[in-house]
């Protein structure tokens, strides 16, 4: 009887640790991938107004940078005012253009029970004496390139930081577990 009580409980540990390896989110350093590596480590001038987020619901697990940033280029931008609305952002404060940004890091992100991944760009935000630690979300897969199983399939909208559109697809990997 003691047998089966362990081989249950072993059987039960071991399915849920396969469930939370499943749902994590699963996250990988791409800083050393184009197009991030080009900017690592340098500070930038934002040439367009930005706005310093908080989230209700955080698009990533990093408690280092507390705070998102959108600008007017950035697709999630239309929605920005509703999602205010909402509650599921707070406005924390908007900076002009002329800000400073120095980029820290690239880590992508993969939800465990979608499987969607999202890069992001970390760093600090200045202005007038003002720092925010911040995550810039960068990039979008063209799932028409992924399903035909293209490894160029990733995208970068034009960030505030840049003068001219990047129209290339570039290679990412996939988010490990661990």
């Known amino acids: 009887m003691g047998i089966i009580v362990l081989i249950g409980i072993t059987a039960v540990f071991i399915f849920c640790f396969f469930l939370y390896a499943c ?7 791409i800083s050393q991938y184009s197009p991030f590596k080009e900017w690592m480590g340098k500070t930038v001038t934002m040439d367009k107004e930005t706005t310093v987020l908080t989230e209700k619901v955080k698009q990533y697990n990093d408690k ?8 007017s280029l950035h697709p999630s931008w239309p929605y920005l005012d509703e999602r205010i609305e909402l509650g599921d952002y707070i406005l924390v404060e908007k900076f002009p253009a002329g800000a400073k940004f120095h980029i820290e890091k690239a880590v992508q992100f993969t939800a465990g029970v979608s499987g969607n991944s999202t890069p992001f760009v970390f760093g ?7 720092n925010h ?10 799932i028409a390139k992924f399903m035909d199983k293209v490894k160029a399939c990733w995208q970068f909208h034009p960030t505030p930081w840049q003068s001219l559109a990047d129209t290339a697809y570039y290679e990412l990997p996939e988010a490990e577990w661990w």
């Open 124 to 130: 600090t935000i200045s202005y007038n004496g003002k």
């Open 23 to 29: 749902i994590k989110t699963k996250s990988t350093g």
């Open 133 to 142: 630690k911040i995550g810039y979300q960068w990039g979008t897969m063209d």
């Open 64 to 71: 280092n940078y507390p705070y998102l940033l959108l600008d």
